[in-house]
C-alpha cells in the first residue's frame, strides 16, 4: 500500500472512531480496563512517582540520564555517540523535508539503543503514567536539520494515537533556543487553545497559535548533553522548535497502551524480522511490550 493511500485509509478510519455510536462505546471499555488494571500497577520509587506526578500536571518531566541511572546507559550513550557521524544531512535541495533517521541497519548494529527502552524501569514508569499494559513502538534517531522548513512536527499538533502517549526524548548535545529544543504549553495553555481553536487534530502554523497564545507561553525544554524529556504528547500541544545554529540531534522513544485509540497509526521503529533477531534478549514482559499486536 503506498503512502497516499494509507494517509486515506488512516483519514477514513479517524473519521469512523470520531462517530459518537462508536466512540463512546469504546471510552466505556477504556475506563474499565483502567480500573481492572489498577491493582496490578507495578510499584514506583520515590523517585520516579515525582516523574510521574510532573507529568500528570505539567505534561511534562526534565530529568537527566546521570539522575535517573539507568542500567544500560552508559553503553546507549556510546552507541548514540557513535552512529552520529553516520547519519548524513543529504536532504533534496527542494521540498519540505527536514530530518534524517538512523536507518534499521544501524541500529541494529547498535541495539543498545533500541533496548534501552525496554529497560523494566522505564516500563514501569510508563504503566503507571498509561494506567494499562503498555506497547513499546521502539527507538527514533533523529537528526534535524537546520533549516527554513517548518512542517509536520514542527508545527504545533497533538498525537491522536492513543489517550494517553509517553514519549521520552535524549538530548545527545546541548540544546539551547537556536538549536531546536522540544517546545510545549501548558496543559492550562493548551486547554485554552484547544477552545479557541476548536482544535480536533492536525497542525497549527506558529502564526495562528500567537492569535491566540502569547508566545511568552512556550515552554522550550534546554538541557546539557543526556537531558531527559518525558512528554504526555497526547495531552498537551507541542512542537520541535526550528533548529537555527546547528543541527539537533536526539533519541525519541515512544509508548502507548496496547489497546491504542487508533492502531492504525502505530508502528514499529525496526521491522518485524530485526525484532525477531533481538528477542532472544527480550524478558517475557518486554516481549509483549514489543509483540503487542500479537
Same mark, same amino acid.
Given at each position: 500500500?503506498?503512502?497516499?493511500?494509507?494517509?486515506?485509509?488512516?483519514?477514513?478510519?479517524?473519521?469512523?472512531?470520531?462517530?459518537?455510536?462508536?466512540?463512546?462505546?469504546?471510552?466505556?471499555?477504556?475506563?474499565?480496563?483502567?480500573?481492572?488494571?489498577? *491493582?496490578?500497577?507495578? !510499584? @514506583?520509587?520515590?523517585?520516579?512517582? =515525582? $516523574? %510521574?506526578? +510532573? /507529568?500528570?500536571?505539567?505534561?511534562?518531566?526534565?530529568?537527566?540520564?546521570?539522575?535517573?541511572?539507568? *542500567?544500560?546507559?552508559? !553503553? @546507549?550513550?556510546?552507541?548514540?555517540? =557513535? $552512529? %552520529?557521524? +553516520? /547519519?548524513?544531512?543529504?536532504?533534496?535541495?527542494?521540498?519540505?523535508?527536514?530530518?534524517?533517521?538512523?536507518?534499521?541497519?544501524?541500529?541494529?548494529?547498535?541495539?543498545?539503543?533500541?533496548?534501552?527502552?525496554?529497560?523494566?524501569?522505564?516500563?514501569?514508569?510508563?504503566?503507571?503514567?498509561?494506567?494499562?499494559?503498555?506497547?513499546?513502538?521502539?527507538?527514533?534517531?533523529?537528526?534535524?536539520?537546520?533549516?527554513?522548513?517548518?512542517?509536520?512536527?514542527?508545527?504545533?499538533?497533538?498525537?491522536?494515537?492513543?489517550?494517553?502517549?509517553?514519549?521520552?526524548?535524549?538530548?545527545?548535545?546541548?540544546?539551547?533556543?537556536?538549536?531546536?529544543?522540544?517546545?510545549?504549553?501548558?496543559?492550562?495553555?493548551?486547554?485554552?487553545?484547544?477552545?479557541?481553536?476548536?482544535?480536533?487534530?492536525?497542525?497549527?502554523?506558529?502564526?495562528?497559535?500567537?492569535?491566540?497564545?502569547?508566545?511568552?507561553?512556550?515552554?522550550?525544554?534546554?538541557?546539557?548533553?543526556?537531558?531527559?524529556?518525558?512528554?504526555?504528547?497526547?495531552?498537551?500541544?507541542?512542537?520541535?522548535?526550528?533548529?537555527?545554529?546547528?543541527?539537533?540531534?536526539?533519541?525519541?522513544?515512544?509508548?502507548?497502551?496496547?489497546?491504542?485509540?487508533?492502531?492504525?497509526?502505530?508502528?514499529?521503529?525496526?521491522?518485524?524480522?530485526?525484532?525477531?533477531?533481538?528477542?532472544?534478549?527480550?524478558?517475557?514482559?518486554?516481549?509483549?511490550?514489543?509483540?503487542?499486536?500479537?
Amino acid at each position: 500500500m503506498t503512502i497516499t493511500l494509507k494517509q486515506i485509509r488512516n483519514q477514513i478510519l479517524k473519521n469512523i472512531y470520531d462517530v459518537g455510536f462508536v466512540r463512546n462505546p469504546a471510552e466505556e471499555i477504556y475506563q474499565a480496563n483502567l480500573r481492572q488494571h489498577f *491493582p496490578y500497577l507495578p !510499584k @514506583l520509587s520515590v523517585a520516579d512517582k =515525582e $516523574i %510521574i506526578e +510532573d /507529568i500528570q500536571q505539567e505534561g511534562v518531566a526534565i530529568r537527566s540520564l546521570t539522575d535517573l541511572l539507568i *542500567p544500560n546507559t552508559k !553503553k @546507549l550513550f556510546k552507541s548514540a555517540l =557513535e $552512529i %552520529i557521524p +553516520d /547519519i548524513p544531512d543529504n536532504l533534496k535541495k527542494e521540498g519540505r523535508e527536514y530530518v534524517v533517521h538512523a536507518t534499521s541497519e544501524q541500529i541494529m548494529s547498535h541495539p543498545e539503543i533500541f533496548l534501552w527502552g525496554l529497560e523494566e524501569r522505564l516500563l514501569n514508569i510508563v504503566e503507571n503514567y498509561l494506567g494499562l499494559p503498555v506497547a513499546y513502538h521502539g527507538a527514533y534517531f533523529r537528526r534535524d536539520i537546520a533549516n527554513q522548513v517548518e512542517h509536520k512536527s514542527r508545527l504545533w499538533h497533538i498525537d491522536v494515537e492513543d489517550r494517553k502517549i509517553l514519549k521520552i526524548i535524549i538530548y545527545l548535545h546541548e540544546i539551547n533556543q537556536d538549536n531546536g529544543p522540544f517546545e510545549y504549553l501548558s496543559k492550562d495553555a493548551t486547554a485554552e487553545a484547544i477552545k479557541s481553536l476548536k482544535y480536533k487534530h492536525g497542525y497549527i502554523q506558529d502564526e495562528t497559535m500567537q492569535k491566540i497564545i502569547s508566545s511568552n507561553n512556550y515552554q522550550s525544554c534546554l538541557g546539557a548533553q543526556g537531558t531527559v524529556i518525558f512528554a504526555a504528547t497526547s495531552k498537551i500541544f507541542h512542537r520541535g522548535k526550528l533548529p537555527k545554529s546547528n543541527d539537533r540531534f536526539a533519541i525519541f522513544y515512544d509508548y502507548t497502551s496496547r489497546s491504542p485509540k487508533m492502531p492504525f497509526y502505530c508502528k514499529s521503529s525496526l521491522e518485524n524480522e530485526h525484532l525477531l533477531t533481538l528477542s532472544d534478549r527480550f524478558s517475557p514482559n518486554q516481549k509483549q511490550c514489543v509483540f503487542w499486536r500479537s
